[in-house]
């Protein structure tokens, strides 16, 4: 009973994690065999903030490896995240929670973007960053979305 009532719980935390629409990429390394190097850019919506969307641009490995599923990407990305509309929370919201998750490697390695909210500056803070099982990475970027009145007009 316990295996099922913590699959749930994983089922439903992953549910609350948005999922990224690939907007482009471009080729960084040529590789004979297997796809390019590339930079590819995604896009995603915060899953709890109405009005907000985020970009995040990160490595993906090409090559035989790459193709195949078995490169770990490296730890570089970027993000950017802004208000695109009236901002309207659909839930409480907590520190350092997920918005947004990805692979990164075979087993090891994940992608993270986490949400925190500065009620101070009335702001949104989004933070993007790898880790590991074992030794995660320094390499981070964050965004800013300051919560703006919105007006029909924009």
Same mark, same amino acid.
């Given at each position: 009973?316990? =295996?099922?009532?913590?699959?749930?719980?994983?089922?439903?935390?992953?549910?609350?994690?948005?999922?990224? *629409?690939?907007?482009?990429?471009?080729?960084?390394?040529? %590789?004979?065999? @297997?796809?390019?190097? %590339?930079?590819?850019?995604?896009?995603?919506?915060?899953? %709890?903030?109405? @009005?907000?969307?985020?970009?995040?641009?990160?490595?993906?490995?090409? @090559?035989?490896? =790459?193709?195949?599923g078995l490169a770990e990407d490296t730890s570089d990305?970027?993000?950017a995240c802004r208000q695109i509309g009236p901002v !309207?929370?659909?839930?409480?919201?907590?520190?350092? *929670? *997920?918005?947004? /998750? *990805? !692979? !990164?490697?075979?087993?090891? %390695?994940?992608?993270?973007?986490?949400?925190?909210?500065?009620?101070?500056?009335?702001?949104?803070?989004?933070?993007?960053? /790898?880790? !590991?099982?074992?030794?995660?990475?320094?390499?981070?970027?964050?965004?800013?979305?300051?919560?703006?009145?919105?007006?029909?007009?924009?």
């Amino acid at each position: 009973m316990r =295996g099922w009532i913590a699959l749930a719980a994983a089922a439903l935390a992953a549910a609350s994690v948005a999922a990224a *629409e690939e907007i482009g990429s471009v080729d960084t390394v040529f %590789k004979v065999f @297997g796809p390019n190097h %590339k930079i590819v850019i995604e896009a995603f919506d915060d899953p %709890k903030v109405e @009005g907000v969307a985020c970009h995040v641009s990160r490595a993906k490995t090409g @090559g035989v490896s =790459g193709a195949l599923g078995l490169a770990e990407d490296t730890s570089d990305a970027s993000i950017a995240c802004r208000q695109i509309g009236p901002v !309207r929370f659909l839930s409480e919201l907590e520190d350092g *929670e *997920e918005v947004f /998750s *990805e !692979r !990164r490697s075979i087993l090891f %390695k994940r992608l993270h973007v986490v949400r925190f909210h500065d009620k101070k500056r009335n702001t949104l803070v989004y933070l993007v960053y /790898s880790d !590991r099982l074992i030794e995660g990475s320094p390499k981070n970027a964050i965004s800013t979305v300051p919560i703006m009145p919105w007006s029909r007009s924009q």
